[in-house]
Protein backbone atom coordinates (compact mmCIF):
# COMPACT_ATOMS: atom_id res chain seq x y z
CA UNK A 1 0.00 0.00 0.00
CA UNK A 2 3.13 2.89 0.83
CA UNK A 3 4.28 1.84 -2.31
CA UNK A 4 1.15 2.62 -4.57
CA UNK A 5 0.82 5.66 -2.42
CA UNK A 6 4.48 6.86 -3.64
CA UNK A 7 3.63 5.41 -6.98
CA UNK A 8 0.51 8.07 -6.52
CA UNK A 9 2.78 10.64 -5.08
CA UNK A 10 4.67 10.39 -8.25
CA UNK A 11 2.03 10.61 -10.72
CA UNK A 12 0.67 13.57 -8.76
CA UNK A 13 3.98 15.22 -9.29
CA UNK A 14 5.05 14.15 -12.63
CA UNK A 15 1.61 15.60 -13.47
CA UNK A 16 2.33 19.10 -12.09
CA UNK A 17 5.70 18.71 -13.53
CA UNK A 18 4.12 18.76 -16.92
CA UNK A 19 1.98 21.33 -16.29
CA UNK A 20 4.48 23.46 -14.93
CA UNK A 21 6.97 23.43 -18.33
CA UNK A 22 4.07 23.56 -20.28
CA UNK A 23 5.54 22.94 -23.49
CA UNK A 24 3.65 21.07 -26.48
CA UNK A 25 5.25 19.34 -28.75
CA UNK A 26 3.08 19.73 -31.99
CA UNK A 27 3.38 16.65 -33.83
CA UNK A 28 2.59 17.68 -38.23
CA UNK A 29 0.13 15.69 -39.42
CA UNK A 30 0.14 13.67 -36.16
CA UNK A 31 0.41 10.03 -37.38
CA UNK A 32 0.28 10.78 -41.04
CA UNK A 33 3.81 13.00 -40.35
CA UNK A 34 5.20 15.33 -43.15
CA UNK A 35 3.80 13.82 -45.74
CA UNK A 36 2.15 15.04 -49.79
CA UNK A 37 -1.62 15.69 -50.08
CA UNK A 38 -2.22 16.44 -46.52
CA UNK A 39 -3.79 19.66 -45.86
CA UNK A 40 -1.78 20.98 -43.04
CA UNK A 41 -4.40 23.61 -43.01
CA UNK A 42 -6.73 21.84 -41.29
CA UNK A 43 -3.96 20.16 -39.12
CA UNK A 44 -2.62 23.90 -37.65
CA UNK A 45 -6.43 24.95 -37.28
CA UNK A 46 -6.78 22.27 -34.73
CA UNK A 47 -3.95 23.12 -32.49
CA UNK A 48 -3.05 26.54 -30.23
CA UNK A 49 0.38 27.16 -30.84
CA UNK A 50 2.32 29.40 -27.90
CA UNK A 51 5.49 30.72 -27.49
CA UNK A 52 7.56 28.02 -25.57
CA UNK A 53 6.17 25.03 -27.72
CA UNK A 54 7.83 22.84 -30.18
CA UNK A 55 6.61 21.99 -33.41
CA UNK A 56 8.06 18.65 -35.27
CA UNK A 57 8.17 16.83 -38.32
CA UNK A 58 7.92 13.08 -38.99
CA UNK A 59 9.28 11.85 -42.26
CA UNK A 60 11.95 9.92 -44.41
CA UNK A 61 15.11 11.78 -44.23
CA UNK A 62 16.64 12.26 -47.33
CA UNK A 63 13.04 12.19 -49.43
CA UNK A 64 11.65 15.48 -47.70
CA UNK A 65 13.01 18.11 -45.63
CA UNK A 66 12.04 20.89 -43.83
CA UNK A 67 12.83 24.80 -44.67
CA UNK A 68 11.42 27.97 -42.94
CA UNK A 69 10.49 30.95 -44.85
CA UNK A 70 8.33 33.49 -44.95
CA UNK A 71 4.92 34.52 -46.52
CA UNK A 72 5.91 34.85 -49.74
CA UNK A 73 7.68 31.40 -49.63
CA UNK A 74 4.84 29.80 -48.02
CA UNK A 75 2.61 31.03 -51.16
CA UNK A 76 4.41 30.67 -53.71
CA UNK A 77 6.23 27.56 -52.86
CA UNK A 78 10.05 29.24 -53.15
CA UNK A 79 12.80 29.77 -50.80
CA UNK A 80 11.94 33.37 -50.28
CA UNK A 81 12.67 34.51 -47.18
CA UNK A 82 14.72 31.30 -46.42
CA UNK A 83 15.21 31.35 -42.47
CA UNK A 84 16.50 27.91 -41.59
CA UNK A 85 16.40 24.15 -42.95
CA UNK A 86 15.69 20.93 -41.06
CA UNK A 87 16.73 17.40 -42.42
CA UNK A 88 16.90 14.96 -40.12
CA UNK A 89 13.84 12.82 -40.72
CA UNK A 90 12.48 14.17 -37.15
CA UNK A 91 13.03 17.83 -36.98
CA UNK A 92 12.02 19.47 -33.26
CA UNK A 93 11.76 23.58 -33.70
CA UNK A 94 11.19 25.57 -30.95
CA UNK A 95 8.47 28.38 -31.53
CA UNK A 96 10.41 31.31 -29.13
CA UNK A 97 8.58 33.78 -30.58
CA UNK A 98 4.71 35.37 -31.12
CA UNK A 99 4.72 35.00 -34.78
CA UNK A 100 3.47 33.70 -37.67
CA UNK A 101 5.76 30.40 -39.08
CA UNK A 102 5.46 29.04 -42.57
CA UNK A 103 7.74 25.72 -43.11
CA UNK A 104 7.37 24.31 -46.64
CA UNK A 105 9.15 20.76 -47.75
CA UNK A 106 12.22 22.14 -50.20
CA UNK A 107 12.48 18.79 -52.53
CA UNK A 108 9.77 20.10 -54.90
CA UNK A 109 6.76 18.76 -52.69
CA UNK A 110 5.51 21.89 -51.05
CA UNK A 111 3.32 22.01 -55.03
CA UNK A 112 2.13 18.68 -53.43
CA UNK A 113 0.47 20.29 -50.09
CA UNK A 114 3.54 20.17 -47.97
CA UNK A 115 3.47 23.73 -46.44
CA UNK A 116 2.34 24.46 -43.13
CA UNK A 117 1.87 28.00 -41.47
CA UNK A 118 1.18 28.65 -37.79
CA UNK A 119 0.06 31.40 -35.34
CA UNK A 120 2.05 31.55 -32.31
CA UNK A 121 0.33 33.30 -29.08
CA UNK A 122 2.33 34.63 -25.97
CA UNK A 123 2.26 32.00 -23.24
CA UNK A 124 0.20 32.10 -20.64
CA UNK A 125 1.54 32.63 -17.08
CA UNK A 126 3.17 29.44 -15.51
CA UNK A 127 3.25 28.20 -12.50
CA UNK A 128 1.00 31.39 -10.87
CA UNK A 129 -1.62 27.97 -9.84
CA UNK A 130 0.61 26.32 -7.63
CA UNK A 131 0.51 26.61 -3.85
CA UNK A 132 3.82 27.88 -2.21
CA UNK A 133 4.65 25.74 -0.02
CA UNK A 134 7.49 25.16 2.23
CA UNK A 135 9.71 21.62 1.55
CA UNK A 136 8.69 18.71 4.18
CA UNK A 137 10.80 17.41 7.07
CA UNK A 138 10.12 13.82 5.83
CA UNK A 139 13.92 12.42 4.73
CA UNK A 140 12.15 9.53 3.17
CA UNK A 141 9.94 11.92 0.85
CA UNK A 142 13.23 13.87 0.46
CA UNK A 143 15.22 11.71 -0.67
CA UNK A 144 12.01 9.53 -2.79
CA UNK A 145 11.94 12.99 -4.60
CA UNK A 146 15.34 13.87 -5.15
CA UNK A 147 15.41 10.55 -6.86
CA UNK A 148 12.57 11.29 -8.89
CA UNK A 149 13.64 14.79 -9.92
CA UNK A 150 16.42 13.45 -12.20
CA UNK A 151 14.58 12.84 -14.88
CA UNK A 152 12.77 16.17 -14.85
CA UNK A 153 13.30 19.64 -16.33
CA UNK A 154 14.49 22.02 -14.55
CA UNK A 155 11.08 23.97 -14.49
CA UNK A 156 9.62 20.63 -12.89
CA UNK A 157 11.97 21.06 -9.57
CA UNK A 158 9.28 23.42 -8.13
CA UNK A 159 6.57 20.95 -8.63
CA UNK A 160 9.60 18.11 -7.12
CA UNK A 161 9.52 20.39 -3.84
CA UNK A 162 5.84 19.21 -3.38
CA UNK A 163 6.02 15.66 -3.25
CA UNK A 164 6.42 15.28 0.54
CA UNK A 165 3.71 17.39 1.09
CA UNK A 166 1.69 15.23 -1.46
CA UNK A 167 2.99 11.89 0.26
CA UNK A 168 1.73 13.19 3.69
CA UNK A 169 -1.58 14.46 2.21
CA UNK A 170 -1.86 10.35 0.41
CA UNK A 171 -0.12 8.92 3.72
C1 LIG B 1 -7.35 22.91 -46.93
O1 LIG B 1 -8.48 23.12 -46.12
C2 LIG B 1 -8.83 24.51 -46.04
C3 LIG B 1 -9.95 24.62 -45.01
O2 LIG B 1 -11.01 23.77 -45.32
C4 LIG B 1 -9.24 25.01 -47.40
O3 LIG B 1 -9.58 26.37 -47.33
C5 LIG B 1 -8.08 24.82 -48.36
O4 LIG B 1 -8.47 25.17 -49.66
C6 LIG B 1 -7.59 23.39 -48.35
N1 LIG B 1 -6.38 23.32 -49.12
C7 LIG B 1 -6.23 22.46 -50.11
C8 LIG B 1 -4.94 22.50 -50.82
O5 LIG B 1 -7.10 21.65 -50.41
C1 LIG C 1 -10.01 18.72 -35.53
O1 LIG C 1 -9.88 17.36 -35.14
C2 LIG C 1 -11.12 16.70 -35.03
C3 LIG C 1 -10.86 15.33 -34.48
O2 LIG C 1 -9.79 14.71 -35.13
C4 LIG C 1 -11.80 16.67 -36.38
O3 LIG C 1 -13.04 16.01 -36.30
C5 LIG C 1 -12.00 18.09 -36.86
O4 LIG C 1 -12.54 18.07 -38.16
C6 LIG C 1 -10.71 18.82 -36.85
N1 LIG C 1 -10.93 20.22 -37.16
C7 LIG C 1 -10.21 20.83 -38.04
C8 LIG C 1 -10.51 22.27 -38.26
O5 LIG C 1 -9.31 20.25 -38.63
C1 LIG D 1 3.68 35.06 -55.07
O1 LIG D 1 4.35 35.22 -56.29
C2 LIG D 1 3.68 36.13 -57.14
C3 LIG D 1 4.44 36.15 -58.43
O2 LIG D 1 4.90 34.88 -58.72
C4 LIG D 1 3.61 37.48 -56.54
O3 LIG D 1 2.86 38.32 -57.38
C5 LIG D 1 2.95 37.41 -55.20
O4 LIG D 1 3.04 38.67 -54.57
C6 LIG D 1 3.62 36.36 -54.35
N1 LIG D 1 2.91 36.23 -53.13
C7 LIG D 1 3.18 36.97 -52.10
C8 LIG D 1 2.38 36.71 -50.86
O5 LIG D 1 4.07 37.80 -52.11
C1 LIG E 1 10.14 37.40 -48.12
O1 LIG E 1 11.50 37.46 -48.41
C2 LIG E 1 11.76 37.97 -49.71
C3 LIG E 1 13.23 37.84 -49.96
O2 LIG E 1 13.98 38.27 -48.87
C4 LIG E 1 11.26 39.41 -49.79
O3 LIG E 1 11.48 39.91 -51.08
C5 LIG E 1 9.76 39.43 -49.49
O4 LIG E 1 9.31 40.74 -49.46
C6 LIG E 1 9.49 38.76 -48.17
N1 LIG E 1 8.07 38.62 -48.01
C7 LIG E 1 7.44 39.00 -46.91
C8 LIG E 1 5.97 38.75 -46.87
O5 LIG E 1 8.03 39.49 -45.95
C1 LIG F 1 20.83 24.91 -44.29
O1 LIG F 1 21.33 25.39 -43.05
C2 LIG F 1 22.72 25.27 -42.92
C3 LIG F 1 23.09 25.75 -41.56
O2 LIG F 1 22.31 25.11 -40.60
C4 LIG F 1 23.41 26.09 -44.00
O3 LIG F 1 24.79 25.91 -43.89
C5 LIG F 1 22.91 25.65 -45.36
O4 LIG F 1 23.45 26.51 -46.34
C6 LIG F 1 21.42 25.72 -45.42
N1 LIG F 1 20.96 25.21 -46.70
C7 LIG F 1 20.20 25.94 -47.49
C8 LIG F 1 19.75 25.29 -48.75
O5 LIG F 1 19.87 27.07 -47.21
Not at 9 to 19: N, P
Not at 97 to 108: A, D, K, S, T, V
Not at 148 to 155: C, G, I, L, N, Y
Request: hydrophobic share 45%.
Amino acid sequence: MASSRLLLAVAVVAGCAMGLSGATDHIVGANRGWNPNINYTLWSGNHTFVVGDLISFRYQKGTHNVFEVNQTGYDNCTMDGLAGNWTSGKDFIPLNERRRYFFICGNGFCQAGMKVAVTVHPGALVGTEMPMVPPGPDSTASAAAATTSTSFTASAWLAVAALAVVIAAVA
